[in-house]
């Protein structure tokens, strides 16, 4: 569900992702550099060479110094005129080499280097192969890993063309030439036509262009935003200008000075206006400040600019430490709005919005791989806690309102439609506080389970049914939702694996029965929190008592480890729960102190240890119970553990004895199975009998 | 058959994109990475490789590239990288010698036809959509196109001039002159209609001082020049082809500081005596 929103999320952005990546493979794959490399030309013809050397007039200038080969090798050339002059074919071929070894000898390359220099093609093309175009790539993959941005931009630098501007630029630098001329008429006069004078004129040019450019921007455009970016970007260039003016500079040193100021202060001036006029330059078309693209695309350029005032150069910022920078803070933007990236209302939507932000936050702190696993799992866990009960909770209603609608469908007595609206809040208390407070997943996270929270509404409704002054006209008395609500919070005390299922019931239908019948005591409306009424609090207890001493007993093994002596568990636990909720009805003020409750943990831990060290045949369950629900009256009256071992066991051996005469009277006065069940009747089943009955 | 003009196309890799690095994409194969291979191929001594297995591989490239170029229609840039490659893939195949005539034509063929499409795509697109490096794309496949019938005439002037059919040689050396006059001059129109920088022009302007190169290379190899007959095909014949290379020359801006050529820039003399300043061209480089 929501879980499935946060990873849907980060799917589609890995996808997203590697989209941006092939698309940035494509686009650079359709601009590729290449070299044109040719083949060479066949071997020359020493016949064909021998023919060239013969025939070009330059050789065999009047004064040639070499024109003793003509008349040295007359006897194997032909002289055809116009036709020129080539080695005849019928001569010897000793002869034929021999005047072809002479005119290469004579005769060497006479084409320039700088006749050929339009055909050097390889150097010319590898200008193209530089890194700006990865720079580039670069930056569009951390913007497209930030979701959104870079697509924005790059479909946007139209914005910044100024095509449309030159005819006015043109005029406006001519106008401002011709001024020039006319201020400086005397010195260039004097200085036309000697040396250095074109590039006195160069720099009168390059001057007054940066002139106007820095100080009228308005001739580039009329927006604010755009005139702040012509003067970023010409300032730094003013500058150079007249720093350099004196210097002596050569074409090379002026362009690396250039190229220098190009990728520093230009870059970053740029970079920190585009920034700042970010909304003006593109118009309505930069993304809204509360959306998604708007929070990447300003984190990336906040990024940017803070990379860009750090290293001052072009060149430093797009590397990959620029992406191990940005990436946090652009994780870190997305992890404070992830409304902003999960949109909707709702358990499952916060849950993605909560998803998406711890993973962008953990994102943004990881430096490892094993470390970036550890982190998500223990983030998916801290989730599933949080959430599950949610889940859960959600599936308890659905279960409840499945029930609710069969029994509607099932009866259409006045008294059923109340009985459902009873139920309805009952169930809605009880599950409120498992939302609330949380609970053992184990307990709702299986059908069983749903139908155990299902009975225990039944009981509350049955007791409710047959209690006076429990149904207000058509619903129920408020002190119905605290009973619910505190047997709820019971049943998800830590320690409520202690007690099955059916000892449960047992326990929440008993529970529920002394509540309607002493008002106000056991689940008091005056407590604000269900978990603080009495009866939660002594269950809490008993159990948090019993878990110590089973842990104890196990001696390092699981609690509860079936160790000969270990009582205080299951059924036996459930009994002694119902024993003190009953001592709790006549002694409320006693066990709501500290006192109390202390001196009652106290003597469940001696009779624990007692069992313990006696062994079943000394102190069974049930002698335990016996003792317990004997002694616990004078524990909790006088606060204070005071019953010696002796004492328990002289009162378990006359218990034993009096149980022995009375069997064949009665059934056995501490069994509780006779608790009714649910829909049964409800009957009295506590008849103690002394120790000094028995033995009188 | 021979091709007469040979021309290789080395894609010089890019370096990696550092953000590529640490993202694992698989992108199939690029135009860039198939024109590597080819150039790979071709660039392997003869004697490790027959001539068929390398025409196999380069017709593998070659299908691969055609494939694409298919895929990528509605990708304008993208499709013109794949056409390039193409065209560079049926250009290597006909660089491979002891093919049949019928596989050296047709992958002239389809050398051609890239290079026709690659050259409409350019001029489609139009000078303000194509950028520097597209432009090193469309200067290429536009020479291709604009030289392609220069090699046909080079190679029937070779054979024509092989089997002193000096008739025929006098045609292809006339045919040669028209190209010049032609489609050389036509690729200055379409340059300036793509506003192509000088930059992108140079692998024209080299390609066609190798036609000229390959022109007057193939006079030597059959000596038409050193024939020594007077009769007048022969003359007719190396005029046609002095008029030719002359005009090659001139319009490469091959000149010669030969005192005729002030005189008499149109006679045979000077003619001969450029045609011998574009030889020392063409052995210089």
């Known amino acids: 569900m929501t879980g499935v929103t946060g990873v849907m999320f980060a799917v589609k952005a890995a996808f997203n992702i590697l989209e941006t990546a092939r698309n940035i493979a494509e686009a650079r794959a359709s601009r590729f550099d290449f070299d044109v490399v040719f083949a060479p030309l066949p071997e020359g013809n020493p016949l064909e060479l021998a023919r060239q050397h013969l025939s070009k007039s330059e050789n065999w200038s009047a004064s040639g110094q070499h024109n003793h080969i003509l008349t040295e090798y007359a006897d194997c050339i032909l002289d055809q005129g116009d036709f020129g002059r080539f080695i005849d074919p019928d001569s010897p071929d000793e002869r034929q080499t021999q005047l072809c070894l002479a005119l290469n000898s004579a005769f060497s390359a006479t084409v320039e280097a700088e006749e050929l220099k339009q055909f050097q093609s390889v150097d010319t093309l590898q200008r193209w192969v530089d890194n700006d175009a990865g720079r580039r790539d670069r930056a569009r993959l951390i913007l497209r890993m930030s979701g959104l941005a870079l697509e924005f931009l790059s479909a946007h630098t139209h914005r910044l063309g100024l095509r449309g501007q030159a005819q006015t630029i043109v005029g406006a630098i001519s106008d401002s030439i011709a001024a020039h001329i006319e201020r400086h008429k005397s010195t260039i006069i004097d200085t036309a036509f000697t040396q250095g004078a074109g590039a006195r004129i160069a720099e009168a040019l390059l001057t007054t262009s940066l002139e106007i450019a820095e100080t009228r921007p308005e001739l580039f455009s009329d927006k604010d935003s755009v005139q702040a970016l012509v003067r970023s970007a010409i300032s730094p260039f003013r500058e150079l200008n007249t720093a350099n003016a004196s210097l002596d500079l050569n074409a090379t040193q002026r362009l690396m000075k250039i190229r220098e100021v190009l990728r520093g202060p230009v870059a970053t001036g740029v970079i920190q206006t585009l920034y700042d006029h970010r909304r003006d330059v593109f118009d309505g078309d930069y993304p809204e400040r509360g959306s998604a693209a708007g929070i990447v695309t300003d984190a990336f350029f906040e990024g940017l600019v803070a990379e860009a005032n750090e290293h001052g150069r072009l060149a430093s910022i797009f590397t990959p430490g620029f992406f191990v920078r940005s990436y946090p803070t652009i994780m870190q933007a997305v992890a404070a709005s992830p409304e902003a990236f999960v949109r909707g209302s709702g358990q499952h939507i916060e849950l993605g919005r909560e998803f998406l932000a711890e993973l962008m936050q953990s994102l943004s702190v990881i430096e490892s791989r094993p470390q970036l696993a550890q982190q998500i799992v223990q983030m998916g866990m801290e989730m599933t806690r949080r959430h599950a009960r949610i889940y859960l909770v959600d599936e308890a209603r659905a279960a409840l309102n499945a029930e609710l609608a069969d029994r509607m469908a099932s009866t259409d007595s006045p008294w059923a439609l109340v009985q459902i609206k009873i139920l309805s809040h009952i169930a809605d208390g009880m599950i409120s506080h498992f939302e609330a407070k949380g609970l053992d997943m184990s307990i709702l996270s299986r059908p069983t389970e749903q139908a155990f929270i299902l009975d225990l509404v039944g009981i509350v409704a049955d007791q409710v049914s047959m209690t006076p002054g429990m149904i207000l006209g058509e619903d129920v008395n408020p002190e119905v939702v605290n009973i619910a609500q505190g047997v709820a919070a019971f049943i998800a005390t830590e320690h409520a694996n202690l007690i099955s299922r059916a000892d449960w019931q047992r326990v929440s239908a008993h529970a529920i029965s002394l509540a309607m019948s002493n008002p106000e005591t056991l689940f008091s409306l005056n407590s604000g929190d269900p978990e603080d009424a009495l009866a939660v609090s002594l269950v809490k207890q008993i159990l948090a008592s019993a878990q110590t001493s089973l842990t104890a007993q196990a001696d390092g093994a699981a609690p509860l480890n079936r160790r000969a002596g270990q009582i205080l568990f299951g059924r036996t636990l459930a009994d002694a729960v119902m024993a003190t909720l009953d001592l709790a009805t006549s002694h409320a003020r006693q066990l709501a102190t500290n006192a109390g409750q202390e001196a009652l943990t106290q003597f469940i831990e001696q009779l624990n240890q007692l069992a313990l060290d006696q062994g079943v045949e000394n102190l069974s369950s049930q002698d335990w119970l016996y003792a317990f629900r004997w002694f616990m009256s004078d524990v909790v009256s006088t606060g204070q553990s005071t019953i010696s071992n002796e004492m328990i066991l002289s009162a378990v051996d006359a218990m034993r004895k009096g149980r022995a005469t009375e069997s064949s009277k009665s059934t056995d006065p501490f069994d509780f199975d006779h608790i009714r069940t649910p829909m049964g009747d409800p009957e009295v089943y506590y008849q103690p009998v002394s120790p000094q009955g028995a033995e009188g | ?285």
């Not at chain 2, 890799?13 to 198939?34: F, Y």
């Open chain 2, 1 to 285: 058959m021979k091709h007469m003009r040979q021309i290789a196309i080395a894609g010089s890799g890019l370096a990696m994109l550092v953000a590529c690095e640490t993202t694992p994409v698989s992108t199939g194969p690029s135009p860039e990475a198939t024109v590597d291979q080819i150039n790979a191929i071709k660039a392997q001594p003869i004697e490790e490789d027959t001539s068929s297995a390398r025409v196999e591989k380069l017709n593998g490239l070659l299908a691969t590239a055609e494939s694409k170029m298919a895929e990528t229609v509605d990708k304008p840039a993208l499709n013109l990288a794949w056409t390039f490659a193409a065209m560079t893939a049926a250009d290597a195949v006909t660089a491979i010698p002891g093919q049949s005539t019928e596989a050296f034509s047709t992958a002239a063929g389809k050398t051609l036809n890239y290079a026709d499409a690659a050259s409409t795509a350019c001029l489609d697109i139009g000078a303000s959509g194509i950028d520097t490096r597209q432009g090193n794309f469309c200067g290429m496949a536009l020479a291709v196109r604009r030289l392609n019938d220069s090699g046909k005439a080079v190679q029937a002037f070779t054979t024509a001039s092989s089997a002193k059919d000096w008739a025929s040689s006098k045609a292809a050396s006339e045919g040669f002159g028209q190209q010049v006059s032609g489609n050389w001059a036509a690729y200055a129109d379409d340059a300036s209609q793509l506003a192509l920088s000088e930059q992108n022009q140079t692998p024209f302007t080299r390609m066609a001082l190798q036609e000229a190169c390959e022109y007057q290379a193939a006079q030597g190899q059959v000596n038409l020049l050193g024939n020594p007959s007077m009769e007048q095909d022969v003359r007719d014949a190396k005029d046609a082809y002095w008029s030719a290379a002359a005009s090659a020359a001139a319009f490469l801006d091959i000149e010669t500081d030969a005192p005729i050529c002030e005189s008499e820039p149109d006679s045979r003399s000077c003619k001969r005596e450029t045609e011998i300043k574009l030889a020392e061209t063409c052995q210089s480089l």
